[in-house]
């Protein structure tokens, strides 16, 4: 099986765009095919290197590898152009002296024609003298090249949508080389289809009506048609076609907080279901289980939730080490403080990591989460501070007794949970009354592992370092209540 991707470089990597290359690459990849890789840049006033270079980028970052390519189609204009001028040889096309007024009058009547295409070049052109096409042609009259649609109909066995049919008479004679000579889309791809041998052309539900046109272009120019299949399009929660408006739609966007894996096996999702209610995947298994019998026929809902859900499932099961350097490469600290910490602890990042990646959901909210285990500022979330330092007095008091118990303890999660646990029945109060109080000491936060995880992890120089940061803070606080709200922020 051959198979294509042929972005155009208008714009940068598309969700949609990377689902088409992604269900391409799938079919070359369980068949052994060949993916093939197709710039379509004709477009020069709006096509840019810089997209070309983000689309390659995109694909590369999603694991999409390609066969052969990239081919930039502009490469080919002047195959382009014969094939054109082979079917006006060939009765195939016609050329049209319409004048710019009389193409205005055209587009204005096509609404009285109820949905039929329009005729009218054709006929103004089969008006003509014989042999006076030529002659002005000859003369360097300006013209454009239509292919004439023949009778009858259009028909393929959609791979997605089944039999497809098209009546003929609904299709406009396209113009396929224009008045400044230049070749049009259609024929183009047609062309380059033809020469890269492709055989099956899958993509986007928006080029359902290029299709008859691709084929009768490629029977007239005595082309092998390939087969088609349509992905319906992606949709955003409204239902409508997804856009901007429903969040980014560039894949690049994406980059630095999902992982590669969960995108792929996100966008495999969007549009192709496995058939039972397995979600979670790895490249092999969509590779082995994917299938265009399973592509689904009716438009599929962009779901952030679901994406960032999957991401967390893949964050969990991933290799630690991998793991390890994505996040180092998003920390706000440079790498060598959270290599400092783990000094003399080891296993200590991979520990760390692993506790906290079961309920992450993107790497850059992780990469913040490790972050507060290496030495530097934190912040108290004002709803931790109002829950859980509501008592400021007490819980300074409380804060204040642990610490000394704390300093003589062995620095191992079952030897500091017996201490805490000692002193809350000393106390003759519920752990928690001393564990929240100290969570938001340690982390700034109302949630977090299990407290005597985030001791250990934390290291007893910090732990007590940020105890009594939390002390000084309760106390100003505390000695001048009026002032502003409560623990903000740690103090400077
Ligand atoms: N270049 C076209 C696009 O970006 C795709 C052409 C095709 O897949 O046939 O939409």
Redesign the pocket.
Known sequence: MRV?????P?GFLHVG?AR?ALFNWLLARQSGGTFVL?I?DTDRARSSEAMTDAILRGLEWLGIDRDEGPFF?SNRVGEHTAAGRKLLAGGHAYRDFSTPEELARDRANIASLAGEATRAARRRAEALAPGEAEERAEAREPHAVRFLVPEGSTEWEDAVHGPMRFRNRDIDDLVILRADGSPT?NLA?VCD?AHARIDM????D??LS?TPK?ILLARALGFPVPRFGHVPLILGRDGKRLSKRHGATDIAEYRRDILPEAMVNFLALLGWSPGDDREVMELDEIVRRFSLKRILRKGSVFDADKLAWLNGRHLSRMDLARLGSLVTARMAQLPQTAEAAAQDRPGWYDGLLDLLRTRARSLDALARNVSLYLPGEIAYEPKAVRKHWKRRAQVGEYLDALRRRLEGCEWHPEPLERALRDLAEELEVGAGRLIHPLRVALTGQAVSPGIFDVLYYLGRDLSLDRIGRALETLAVEEAMPQVGSVGRTAPA
């Open positions: 294509r991707f042929a972005p155009s208008t765009g088409t197709r379509e189609q889309y791809v289809d052309v899958l993509r986007g928006d080029h290029n691709q």
